[in-house]
């Protein structure tokens, strides 16, 4: 971690009609950071997913991935950050490796480099690829591993990840963890990935943020939030019990 | 660029693929033989008496034969084609939950819908050329006579017509499939406006000329002009119907002889002398010249509904998937 930031907000605002789904976000998020975004359903992470990835206009605010700007420049942005929403949809006529040639084109990487990245990406989820069997027929944790590969096939400085354990059984939320380290440590890539299990995040992240109702109530490591809330000396609470902390605090 | 290009590759090969595609294509191709041979047999016939009969090879693709002509049968069921290619381009995406991944690949967003309408348009395209070249290569079997250029060109242009009537209705498809979430919703709703504009707008437009413009037997014996003004109420009327256009612009176009979109026209014993001795052809600049009002409204609202769908998509938020 150098210190240079990857991700940065200044007083990020949507509004949807009456509803304000993120209010005036502030975030910095550095290169090869593990990020946990945390928060109740609704909160507004996926919004602010959205925005930064350009899909989805701010009302007020700027925002800049990797440098640039992703409303006025999104194809730029897309091109180094990888989004794997939650849930995933895959074209379920086709098997796994025209799925992926098919976002590699949408990439434009050439064919033949395509199919060598294609290789060497299934090997790094490990999915082991039968070419008869279509992707509509594979389990939740296989086509959760093939959206991995999907987001990793572009070679991205950040990768967004909504949800990516959800629905996996404990093994496959293992493996998943562990893949997300080894994107942070062996290649530098940024991760931003938002979750519901506490346990996980806590595992994996450097840093956390915690996202109540639109507001970013807390950002920071867990150990100094920890200190925050419960005081000095206190480092030991688990990132749960923090999170209920600011949970109950956010809700009065 | 890019984008459009992939998108459109992708689209090709699963209209290519898909049951349906393949299900409507050999039931047009069959009924298109059909006719032809039909047509083609009965011509010989036909043409017995005639002492020097013209754009023989035309009559393949206008005359009704025993039930309808190849023309009468692409203006009622063409727009099920244009139907079928296009009423779940998006929202089948939106539900299958891969559209957020598109656009979060670097394209522009309007590539999805411009590389979708594409591959609509060529499929189409590729259907209608191989539906007129088989037709031709039966007709020059069964009746040996072989097009001049004119015919040919006059064949062309009907193509050309023919494609942007498709696609228009492949136009309202993609824009149901953008405006409606289910895609059984979209396919619904694009088959109603097809029966809508196909069937009713032809059976409304004489009841609703009846109302306006009123024609009593006794008034009109008297007074001619009551019954064009009739006339004319309900043509501008059945006109709102696409089909209209396009029947209308297609018979002029493969039918030299014809020389006018009206049905009833006045006409001094002059006139009708002249007409009925000088039966001859107009050369294709003037049958162009009949239809190119039909034909500019034909593009005009094909680009109005790919416009509005496009407009539509580019505001759509992803997020509601």
Redesign the interface.
Known sequence: MNGLKVIETQDLTKVYGEEVAVDRLNININEGEVFGFLGPNGAGKTTTLLMLLGLSEPTSGKARVCGFDPTREPLQVKRLVGYLPENVGFYDDMNAVQNLLYISRLNGIPDDLAGIKIKELLKVVDLEVDPRKKVGEYSRGMRQRLGIAEVLIKDPQVVFLDEPTLGLDPDGSLQMLDLIRSLSQDKKITVFFSSHLLDQVQKISHRVGIMIKGQMVAVGRIEDLAKEKFGVGQEKYTLEEVYMKYFKEGLL | M??IT??CR?ELADHFSSTRFILLFYLILMVSLVTAFIVGSGLRDELKDVAKPTFVFLMLFTSPGKLFSLIQFIAIFGPLLGIVLGFDAVNR?RS???L?????????RDSVINGKFLAGLITISIMLVSIVLIISGLGLLLIGVVPGPEEISRLFIYLVISIFYIAFWLGISILFSVGFRSVATSALAAIACWIFFSFFVAMGASVMADAISPVDQARASLNPELLIKHEQTRKIISLVSPMTLYSEATTIILDPLRKTTQSILLMGPMERLSISRFQSPLPLSESVYIVFPHLISLMAITLVCFATSYTVFMRQ???S?
């Not at chain 2, 957020?100 to 522009?108: A, F, G, H, R, T």
């Open positions: 890019k984008g992939t998108i992708k995406e299958a939950r891969t957020s991944k598109l656009v979060s690949q670097p394209i522009y938020e992803v997020r998937t």
